[in-house]
């Protein structure tokens, strides 16, 4: 009997090596894992949603420099128009108190080309008319305040406290004109208020 076929069989059966056994959970936990390695996971944030509403309000430097700006340059054309005015009634004014002083009485004569550039000023569209000039007080308010609106009550009375100053520099009770700025600037801060109280509600 040949033994040969026999032999050559279990040598090729010993030379076989079984693939080690593996548990067939593993490849899905190693896709588990990989997808955790490469995937986004949610951590939750301290933030609430009303802490994400809330608005960050920043003071518009760019816009108070400009209203600064502006201010003083028809402060100057303002002052020269006094100046002139006085100058040419020939009083010789020493302070700032002597020139309201010498306004309030509205004892003195005008050029005709003065007067008709203080009227053009002073005209309801006029750039130190009732509008332009309360609405240059709110924007600077906003401006200041980055139009937060939980600062108007602080801004009014900085306001009032401006006009009360400047109605004791003039030494009397201000003009017509002013008292209507004040008027006008007022109904603008409680419009601003009422926007605030609107937004609040929806």
Known sequence: MNVNGVTSGVSAYSNYTSAPKTDAAAPAEETKASSAEQGVIYEPSNQTVEDSAKKTYTPNTELINKLKADADERTSQLRSLVEKLITGQGNAIGNSDDIWSFLRTGNFTVDAETKAQAQKDIAEDGYWGVEQTSSRILDFAKALSGGDPS????????????????????GDTLPDISQRTYEATMKKFDDWANEGKIQDQT
């Open 151 to 170: 600062k108007i009550e602080k801004l009014r009375d900085a306001f009032k406290k401006g006009f009360e100053q400047a109605t004791k520099t003039w």
